[in-house]
């Protein structure tokens, strides 16, 4: 056995623990002598750097694990010392992974074979000791601000905890416990009540001026004194001003207020704020919100943060995850869904269409070229973390849409992906399957924008749909998201080509957050250490495809701002030349405001948020479309004609029956049901050649409807775009 090689921090680290000891006060000299791993616990003997401090390391680690098994170690007051002796432990490793990562091989005395493996080797070894302080620590916390059910829970997800805990969640932790024994009671009943609420409230000063950008923010100026009352993981902090004044304020813009030097337990646990303010500063960096939709982002956070951590804090997701941004605005209301963008848009004066013209030439509506036209492909996703044991996944999905860094400008399309048990981690798309692939699962996107802003790209979030087992809460996670420019720096396009995007933490508004730190990019090492951990990054495989002259002319046809499956493209533009036939070529008057009777124009937006009867009237008009001939597929108000027939034999009827459930995103047994309802209603539709038997049958019951369900209230949908 090959002895272990003597570690180059010892003349560096002996030297600068010494320099500190000179410099310090006697109680900082402690502190520093302690964190630089110079001084034993039991007497003030001098410990070596590098090779023996690893082994006095381990030495003290194993003794703390041993002691805490120990019956003894139940009681209050041994608990807070060994969360205290963790925390010393912790920041000691701290000290030597930084001067290890400062080291160089120039700096070592003499010459060191394999010099970067071995460094590597210490620096695992520091990560080791890291970990298991961690898990100790984190151990001690649950048990104090743990509730009796959530107790169970958290120790069924033990095994999937591993891992998945990152630094600041445990400095968190460790600050609720450090704030002295006086404040103990406190701590536990608000932990009770809240637990992502901190314990203590912390004077903290404004290092510079902030004005409020929204309603709920607190502005203040340089050197205020506010009192913080909450602390959220976004970065914003809700905090209250000598005035009485409440609101939320960026971390980032506040530093820990100094309290009298005699108040050394409140002194240490000030501290201990200072580091996880530091490290919230440093990897979370607050955008400007102005003019963005970060209102909805927070009212997400803060509505879902108690759910995410609970989950996080447990290990049932990593740190990463967040609740779905995305989602959060579909849920606002139809400024983000395909109704919304499908309606044709009137100019400024309101007297035409902006989007919707007419040929005369062709006898249809007319061409418009757009800024962006483009199809993509989703390929895959790959090495997406899995979450715990706790929570049951219904659904793993890509939204995307356009986006400038700031604002969503167009639709949120979705597109749910398949996984294989063998391969938990691997999510794909657009997968080969028998007749006619679903338009939730197809992964060939087209997209246009007529938007001229330089920073205009696709933004992509991966999300699950989840339940809770415990509590049967549902609720929807983005597991990481990515931001795709679409042009370059001099504005030109970027090339259609397959690029591999990797995924980034947090939400679209938060920068520097990964999506699982135990596969940090930053990881350091030798180049094959690194091309290894950015082989383990969650990524998303998407390819850019160029336009053909076929392709360009049948998007031109569309909406200038949409996106939408490639899949239901024809079906969208037999929907928009009917518009155009409705509104600009059989309308007696263009002064007229009277409702139109027309059923498709009526219920066709609807169909886009209702995936399987849109598949179910695909494959009505695909078999009808089978029995045509050339002659008449080439004509085009003939095939209008067929399409109105196909539609009113297969999509009013189902929109209209008892027998189908309401749509519910997500929810298996509904899904089923819906399914099994049009399966037979298709095949009763085939063997009666057309839907007028089951109509008039008396088994099949249909709700009741008013004519103005099946009539086109055109300003009704401009109204509502316009609200």
């Known amino acids: 056995m090959l002895p272990r090689?003597?570690?180059?921090?010892?003349?560096?680290?002996?030297?600068?623990?010494?320099?500190?000891?000179q410099q310090r006060t006697p109680e900082a000299k402690h502190r520093t002598d302690f964190q630089l791993g110079v001084l034993g616990t039991s007497n003030q003997e001098w410990v070596p750097m590098g090779h023996a401090c690893d082994d006095w390391l381990c030495h003290q680690v194993d003794s703390l694990l041993s002691e805490s098994r120990l019956k003894g170690a139940l009681e209050a007051s041994k608990k807070r010392d060994i969360y205290q002796r963790c925390i010393q432990l912790k920041q000691a490793i701290n000290e030597n992974k930084n001067t290890l990562q400062k080291l160089k091989k120039a700096?070592?005395?003499?010459?060191?074979?394999?010099?970067?493996?071995k460094k590597e080797e210490e620096h695992s070894l520091l990560d080791k000791l890291t970990h298991q302080l961690q898990e100790l620590a984190m151990s001690?916390?649950?048990?104090?601000?743990?509730?009796?059910?959530?107790?169970?829970e958290r120790e069924e997800d033990d095994d999937s905890a591993e891992g998945n805990e990152e630094e600041d969640n445990d400095d968190e932790e460790e600050s609720k416990?450090?704030?002295?024994?006086?404040?103990?009671?406190?701590?536990?009943?608000?932990?009770?009540?809240e637990s992502h609420q901190q314990a203590t409230s912390k004077e903290y000063t404004a290092v510079g001026n902030f004005t409020a950008q929204q309603a709920g923010d607190l502005t203040f100026k340089k050197g205020e004194m506010l009192l913080i009352i909450e602390k959220k993981p976004d970065g914003w902090w809700m905090a209250k001003n000598a005035k009485g004044n409440k609101g939320l304020v960026p971390i980032t813009y506040l530093e820990p207020y100094h309290k009298e030097e005699?108040?050394?337990?409140?002194?240490?646990?000030?501290?201990?704020?200072?580091d996880v303010g530091d490290e919230i500063a440093e990897e979370l960096e607050v955008t400007r919100r102005t003019g963005s939709h970060w209102s909805a982002v927070r009212k997400a956070l803060s509505e879902q943060i108690n759910t995410v951590d609970a989950l996080t804090t447990m290990g049932a997701i990593p740190t990463g995850f967040r609740p779905s941004t995305l989602f959060q605005l579909l849920e606002e209301g139809n400024q983000f869904r395909a109704s919304y963008f499908l309606q044709p848009e009137l100019t400024p004066s309101q007297l035409a269409f902006r989007d919707l013209m007419w040929d005369a030439k062709t006898g249809t509506i007319r061409a418009r070229p757009s800024h962006v036209s483009l199809i993509l492909t989703l390929w895959?996703?790959?090495?997406?973390?899995?979450p715990g044991m706790s929570i049951q996944v219904l659904s793993r999905h890509v939204r995307l849409c356009l986006f400038d860094g700031n604002k969503v400008l167009s639709n949120i399309h979705t597109v749910r992906a398949t996984w294989q048990p063998k391969k938990p981690r691997t999510w794909t798309f657009s997968p080969q399957v028998t007749g006619i692939l679903p338009c939730l699962l197809d992964g060939d996107c087209f997209l246009r924008s007529n938007s001229l802003s330089p920073d205009l790209g696709i933004l992509f979030e991966l999300g699950i749909s989840y339940i809770r087992n415990s509590t049967g809460e549902r609720g929807e996670l983005s597991c990481g998201w990515v931001f795709l420019k679409l042009f370059d720096a001099s504005g030109i396009p970027i090339p259609a080509k397959t690029y591999e995007l990797f995924l980034n933490g947090?939400?679209?508004?938060?920068?520097?957050?990964?999506?699982?730190?135990?596969?940090?990019?930053?990881?350091?090492?030798?180049?094959?250490?690194?091309?290894?951990?950015m082989r383990r990054q969650p990524q998303l495989l998407v390819k850019l495809r160029s336009l053909h002259r076929r392709s360009r002319n049948i998007l031109s046809l569309l909406p200038e701002i949409f996106i939408g499956s490639m899949c239901c493209i024809h079906l969208l533009i037999f929907y928009r030349q009917i518009l155009g036939d409705v509104l600009l070529k059989g309308r007696m008057s263009m002064q007229s405001a009277d409702f139109i009777s027309n059923p498709v124009l009526a219920t066709f937006p609807t169909l886009l948020e209702q995936p399987d009867v849109m598949d179910a009237l695909r494959s009505s008009w695909a078999e009808k479309e089978n029995t045509l001939k050339r002659s008449e597929k080439r004509d085009g108000e003939f095939l209008k004609a067929v399409f109105l027939?196909?539609?009113?034999?297969?999509?009013?009827?189902?929109?209209?029956?008892?027998?189908?459930?309401?749509?519910?995103?997500?929810?298996?047994?509904?899904?089923s049901a819906r399914w099994k309802v049009i399966a037979d209603f298709l095949k009763q539709n085939q063997e009666n050649k057309g839907a007028l038997q089951a109509l008039l049958s008396p088994d099949g019951v249909h709700s009741p409807f008013d004519i103005s369900e099946l009539t086109y209230d055109f300003l009704g949908e401009i109204r509502k775009k316009a609200v």
């Open 5 to 21: 090689w003597p570690r180059g921090p010892l003349p560096c680290g002996r030297r600068r623990g010494q320099e500190l000891k």
């Open 107 to 117: 700096d070592e005395p003499t010459p060191v074979g394999n010099y970067h493996q």
């Open 140 to 152: 001690i916390s649950r048990e104090n601000i743990t509730e009796i059910g959530a107790l169970t």
């Open 177 to 193: 416990e450090s704030g002295g024994e006086e404040e103990e009671t406190q701590e536990e009943e608000k932990q009770e009540n």
């Open 262 to 274: 005699g108040q050394e337990s409140s002194e240490e646990g000030s501290e201990e704020d200072v």
């Open 380 to 386: 895959n996703c790959k090495m997406i973390p899995l």
């Open 506 to 533: 947090g939400t679209p508004y938060e920068k520097g957050v990964e999506v699982d730190h135990s596969v940090s990019r930053r990881a350091h090492g030798s180049v094959f250490h690194q091309m290894m951990m």
């Open 645 to 671: 027939l196909v539609y009113h034999d297969c999509v009013v009827p189902l929109l209209h029956s008892t027998l189908l459930p309401p749509f519910r995103w997500a929810e298996e047994e509904t899904e």
